[in-house]
């Protein structure tokens, strides 16, 4: 009975391993790195409260001399910040609902069913990812507007879901999953739709995931198209209504700098609460080596 509490005692007063060499290199690294991360998002915060006077000084120095939240103020007083938050949320939640609705659909479709045309079909899928966006702009601005939908939610969001990346991503993913356990779920009566939803879809929640954050990520920074195709204040997303702080004396730098951290909080948010889902989605995709 005694000798219990005598190994817990033993076991707790043992000696801490002392630190190798390559855990301190690796230490030391990884605090660097960090820190060249967080430095640009200090720097935002310390301008942020700033007056406008002492954002501007050349040279700049870090810590304010005065703090003041008068740039805060001021963006939600005059940069209709509130209603550019909720635009961007509407356009990125909808395009991320859309591309993965989309992009399992097809993915399951390319990686499990035979049909005609599907090899021109797939180089066609393929095709898309060798063309950049910006030089679809003028095409796409061109057919929106004759649908009518410039200065719309539609407008923005539909020409954002066209997602040939996240469809390659699923269908690569879709082609690991064995066979077996469909034909399984087949014999026992299953029909394609069933299998798809109570087999595939659970299967593949990393991947899901990973391209659901992605898209989200990608839709909230995206500022050509809804610069383009809208020109309506109200309609403004979040980048596009930072780049108009600004007066007739230039940019508003503690304003600017406001923001982009109120821009930048979804973004942190879903990664602090996702980031399992993030690593999982990219050792699962396969986007580790690229």
């Not at 030391?28 to 942020?48: D, K, N, Q, R, Y």
């Not at 269908?171 to 077996?180: A, D, L, N, V």
Request: charged share 10%; with cysteine; proline share 6%.
């Amino acid at each position: 009975m005694s000798s219990t509490p005598m190994s817990t005692t033993r076991t707790r007063l043992r000696p801490r391993r002392s630190w190798t060499p390559g855990q301190i290199v690796l230490t030391l690294l990884g605090a660097a790195v960090s820190a060249v991360f967080v430095a640009p998002i200090a720097a935002a915060l310390l301008t942020s409260l700033k007056s406008e006077a002492e954002a501007a000084e050349i040279p700049p120095h870090w810590v304010p001399e005065v703090w003041t939240g008068q740039a805060w103020k001021a963006l939600f007083d005059t940069g209709n910040i509130t209603n550019w938050f909720v635009n961007s949320l509407v356009v990125s939640v909808c395009v991320t609902v859309v591309v993965l609705t989309v992009s399992a659909l097809a993915g399951y479709g390319f990686a499990r069913t035979e049909f005609k045309g599907k090899s021109v079909l797939m180089a066609v899928v393929m095709a898309g990812l060798m063309i950049s966006p910006a030089v679809l702009g003028v095409p796409l601005f061109t057919t929106v507007q004759q649908m009518g939908m410039v200065d719309t939610y539609w407008g923005m969001i539909l020409p954002q879901c066209a997602p040939a990346a996240m469809v390659f991503i699923l269908y690569k993913f879709f082609q690991g999953i064995p066979r077996e356990m469909e034909e399984a779920a087949f014999i026992d009566g299953a029909g394609r739709w069933r299998v798809f939803f109570t087999i595939i879809l659970p299967l593949s929640r990393p991947s899901l995931a990973a391209v659901g954050i992605f898209t989200f990520i990608s839709s909230w920074n995206n500022f050509l198209w809804p610069y383009m195709v809208t020109n309506n204040p109200d309609l403004m997303t979040m980048p596009n209504g930072i780049a108009t702080v600004m007066n007739s004396y230039g940019i508003q730098w503690a304003q600017l700098m406001a923001g982009g951290l109120m821009a930048g909080l979804p973004l942190i948010i879903v990664f602090v609460f996702f980031q399992r889902q993030i690593v999982a989605g990219v050792a699962h995709t396969g986007l580790a080596g690229q």
